[in-house]
């Protein structure tokens, strides 16, 4: 393998790269752990010579094979040379295939139709490729919103959900509060520590919690990895304070699907289930089969995934429930034509009556994902109808309702849109900046109370 210096100039990214790459990530990664006591020069020297550690790779016509991000890197540094490693040994399949390989181990989000278009393409060349061999599974696809079986069409506008762009100058920092008008909020915490919940709740409790955590060992680009065998023990603070912060009619849903190792699904999922009733008491009411889009690939003796679950818990027998609100003229099941009531206000009568002209949806909800046109970097994102359904089922106009491991705020926007409040936690500064984005967009409003102190946010985000 030969190694050469190129100019910068004559390094050519690949046009159709579907990898959102954030600058800021790489050279932020390469600062941690820089020795103290260092000049501005020295600390810049240690970033390019970290950086230029690793090559760039390119195909035999100069094109990124590897490098993205580090080609962008070198250019914020003012560098004007690189490290380059030429491959002309790869066809134009195996360099397409190397693309995809080495994004996915990288952070960022996707571009949904650049990544669809290349795996539509690769999969037209390769029938037969095996995704496995590649270290991609089906879980991996399980996360992307793309659809390769059943396109939706650009002016369906009722699955569309346009959110605003990625942060870019991310001013956000762990422990900053958010709230909206009406009552809604935001905080950049960690969900399993009770003084997060303290801080936000402001001496209330919510109605109703809905999330999906990170899985075991699946998602270490966004969390911390938890190893399959501690991920019990992981989940414990997180159940006590949301039993803590739920009000004792409340229902507590949690979307988590369990990954295949050794071609089998691993136990913790059912371990977690098992725990949530033996060990802390929750009530398990039902479980959810949420149809999601299948994915394309030979998975070695499995089928594509075709759906998650979701399961219901509560603190007790009697949990609010206001069940025709998702069945008032609808059909026997939510599927396709189910839509969210906007503001809709719960009655106290009895579950058991229905009206002549209203059918109750079953436990099998098929919600597409909102079409957004790029890929959240927040690897497990609702789409907005999800939790729309379950906030309007079980819960009342004005009630409150939380996502612990929020993401970029969907569950807020259903809060909103179904005419609840809307709280939220999550660790990572670039999602808690993007759900700001989106709650004041679906507001329509441009201040917002950060720590307090009410500001404009654009002339936040933009001095900052």
Known sequence: MIIENRKLTDIIPYDNNPKLHQVEWIINSIKIGLPDGLSNEERRQHIVNTLIDQPIVVDGDGVIIKGHGRLKAAQELGLTTFPV????????????????????????????????????????????????????????????????????????DTLLDTLPPEPVNVVI?????????????????????????????????????????????QRKEHYNSVPVEKYVDWWDAVQANVQQALTEDGSFFVNLKAHCEDGQRVLYVMDLVLAMVRQWGWRFVDEFCWVKPGYPG?????????????????RCAE?????????????????????????????????????????????VLEIAFDQTGVADSHSARFPVKLPAFFIQAFSRSGDRWCDPFCGSGSTLIAAIRSGRIGYGIELDPQSVQWSVERVLKELNEETCIMNGESVDWNEYRNKA
């Open 319 to 363: 949990f609010r429930a206001f069940l025709d609100q998702v069945a008032e003229g609808r059909a026997s099941s939510v599927n396709a034509t189910w839509e969210p009531l906007s503001k809709t206000q719960g009655t106290e009568g009895t579950v058991k009556g229905l009206s002549v002209n209203s059918v109750r949806p079953s436990n």
């Open 298 to 314: 030979d998975f070695d003796r499995r089928f594509k995934n075709g759906f998650e679950p979701i399961y219901h818990f509560a």
């Open 85 to 156: 490693v030429v491959r002309t040994d790869l066809t134009s399949e195996q360099v397409r295939l190397a693309r995809i390989a080495d994004n996915r181990s990288q952070d960022g989000g996707w571009e949904s139709d650049r990544l669809q278009q290349e795996l539509s393409d690769i999969m037209d060349q390769l029938p037969e490729v095996d995704f496995d061999g590649l270290g991609i599974d089906e879980d991996w696809f399980a996360d992307l919103d793309i659809s390769f079986d059943d396109p939706l069409s650009e002016s369906d």
């Open 173 to 217: 920092q762990p422990g900053d509060l958010i709230e909206f008008p009406n009552g809604h909020r935001l905080i950049c915490g960690d969900c399993r520590d009770w003084h997060t919940w303290e801080r936000f709740l402001n001496g209330q409790q919510v109605h109703g919690v809905i999330t999906s955590p990170p899985y075991a060992e």
